[in-house]
């Protein structure tokens, strides 16, 4: 991917992946982007935040990052691409439920198994 791709993706997408996981989490989780910075280094949505009072899950603090294919971020920029995004958002507490199914996640407590997860790669079909 390209450094104008990349910038595309930041400014046309991630404000509206970050919203609808805001939207998801509530005030108690923090997100921050991580700007693309090369190839090895793709834009990255950072999931934190402290375990809630009352968590029953593992032992550290959530600290999850998002990154996405660079393939699946082109295919945004096709025909299709809007109204693919749109579905993808509309399924994405279905994602987040799928995700901490597959890994050491609990986001209902706010913690994961290990101080950092990456869940990379990720596509845009719902």
């Given amino acids: 991917m390209n450094q104008e791709t990349a910038q595309r993706f930041e400014?046309?997408?991630v404000p509206r992946i970050t919203t609808a996981l805001a939207r998801i989490f509530s005030e108690r989780v923090h997100l921050a982007v991580i700007p693309y910075a090369g190839p090895m280094h793709p834009t990255q949505v950072r999931i934190?935040?402290?375990?809630?009072?009352?968590?029953h899950g593992y032992t550290h603090s959530l600290n999850v990052l998002l990154t996405w294919d660079s393939d699946a971020i082109h295919g945004l920029l096709e025909a299709g691409g809007e109204a693919r995004f749109a579905r993808y958002l509309d399924a994405l507490s279905c994602k987040l439920d799928n995700?901490?199914?597959?890994r050491a996640i609990d986001f209902g407590s706010r913690s994961q198994a290990e101080p950092s997860i990456l869940i990379g790669g990720l596509d845009f079909e719902s």
């Fill in 11 to 13: 400014r046309e997408f």
């Fill in 99 to 102: 995700w901490q199914g597959g």
């Fill in 48 to 55: 934190s935040a402290d375990i809630l009072p009352a968590g």
